[in-house]
C-alpha cells in the first residue's frame, strides 16, 4: 500500500528552480527520519537527501549538495525538496520515503509513482 504521493515535478531550463513535495500518511511519516530518492533513464535509485524526525539533522548527495534543501512540516505531514541551479544531470524521477535509521538509515516500504523532474540544457 502506497503511502506517499510526490509533487511539484517539472521541465525546466538549466540553473532553474523547482520545488517538490510529498504528502505522507501519517503512519509512515511519525517517527521517521524521511528522504528524498531519484532513478534516471537506464539508471538504479539513488539517494539524494534525507532529514531527521525533527529537521535537525540533514543530509546530502555530494552531488546535489549546495544547490537543494530538503524541510519537513511535521504538523502536515509533509517533506519538502528545495532544488536551485539545476543541471540536466538531476533529470530523472524523484521520490519521498520514510527511513529506519535516521537519515543515514534505509528507506523502507512502497515507492510512490514519483514526480519528474525534466533539466533541459
Known amino acids: 500500500q502506497v503511502q506517499q504521493v510526490e509533487s511539484g515535478g517539472g521541465l525546466v531550463q538549466t540553473g532553474g528552480s523547482l520545488r517538490l513535495s510529498c504528502a505522507a500518511s501519517r503512519r509512515t511519516f511519525s517517527g521517521y527520519a524521511m528522504g528524498w530518492f531519484r532513478q534516471a533513464p537506464g539508471k538504479e535509485r539513488e539517494f539524494v537527501s534525507a532529514i531527521s524526525w525533527d529537521g535537525l539533522v540533514t543530509r546530502y548527495a555530494d552531488s546535489v549538495k549546495g544547490r537543494f534543501t530538503i524541510s519537513r512540516d511535521n504538523a502536515k505531514n509533509m517533506v519538502y525538496l528545495q532544488m536551485n541551479s539545476l543541471k540536466p544531470e538531476d533529470t530523472a524521477v524523484y521520490y519521498c520515503?520514510?527511513?529506519?535509521?535516521?537519515?543515514?538509515?534505509?528507506?523502507?516500504?512502497?515507492w510512490g509513482k514519483g514526480t519528474l523532474v525534466t533539466v533541459s540544457s
Open positions: 520515503a520514510p527511513q529506519r535509521g535516521g537519515t543515514q538509515g534505509t528507506a523502507f516500504g512502497s
